[in-house]
């Protein structure tokens, strides 16, 4: 049981590149959440889904597009990197029990996005 | 807009001494608040929780108090051990939102002396 794995670790990206970052769970959460991370920040998230084939806005979605077609996948993708989206990103998952999604979100250990 | 806030960037105490973290919330209707630790290079680790019907709840070493007069949110690690030492992250979640959107607050770091 892995958890929660996000792949790459590292990633320097020029302006106006793309790139996909990923994250799989093997836990069938069915709920997933991408989160960014910047300096003296709390998290702020980005996109999430309920389920595949379901996905929302979160507070900063902005240059961000994601999708769901399993329940262990939920890649994140930059389509023209922009120097303001340098950060470190969090995937996380939890389980659903009844209406809301009481148990605490597992998170990844991060991608650290450098665009240059 | 609201958010979730921390009165000190930074505390430093005594290995076996007891901690104090704190946190300030302005949404009086967010029904569910949580601790996370995050050690250097890795991702937020969930440590304790509560719902807004609590006011106190303990797990091992931990404990939170949740104070909804003053939205007054405060983590305690009795006996501090350096393995304590990351920064501490509350959160709250808003209502209406089922717990699928997590409001974090900026961070407290906890450096443990030996």
């Known amino acids: 049981n892995a958890g929660v794995t996000q792949t790459p670790k590292f990633q320097v990206l020029k302006t106006g590149q793309s790139m996909t970052l990923q994250c799989a769970q093997d836990?069938?959460?069915?709920?997933m959440s991408w989160y960014r991370q910047d300096p003296g920040m709390g998290l702020r998230l980005i996109h999430y889904?309920?389920?595949?084939?379901?996905?929302d806005q979160g507070e900063v979605p902005n240059g961000y597009n994601v999708s769901r077609s399993t329940t262990e996948d939920f890649p994140l993708r930059l389509l023209s990197a922009a120097p303001s989206q340098t950060s470190v990103y969090f995937c996380?998952?939890?389980?659903?029990?009844?209406?809301?999604?009481?148990?605490?979100?597992?998170f990844g250990n991060g991608t650290r996005l450098t665009v240059t | 807009g609201e958010s979730v806030g921390l009165h000190l960037p930074t505390l430093s105490v005594q290995e076996g001494d007891n901690s104090i973290i704190n946190c300030a919330y302005s949404?009086?209707?967010?029904?569910?608040f949580i601790w996370y630790k995050q050690e250097s290079g890795k991702g937020p680790q969930f440590i304790i929780d509560?719902?807004?019907?609590?006011d106190k709840r303990q797990g091992q070493r931990v404990t939170v108090l949740l104070n909804k007069t003053v939205k007054h949110l405060s983590l305690q690690i009795a006996a501090t051990q350096p393995g304590d030492s990351a920064v501490y992250f509350c959160?709250?979640?808003?209502?209406?939102?089922?717990?699928?959107?997590?409001?974090f607050g900026s961070g407290t770091r906890l450096q443990v002396q030996p």
């Open positions: 509560i719902r807004s019907n609590m």
């Open positions: 959160a709250e979640s808003p209502p209406g939102t089922g717990r699928r959107a997590l409001t």
């Open positions: 996380a998952s939890s389980y659903r029990s009844g209406s809301s999604y009481n148990s605490p979100l597992h």
């Open positions: 836990m069938n959460h069915e709920y």
């Open positions: 949404n009086s209707a967010s029904d569910y």
């Open positions: 889904s309920v389920g595949a084939g379901i996905t």
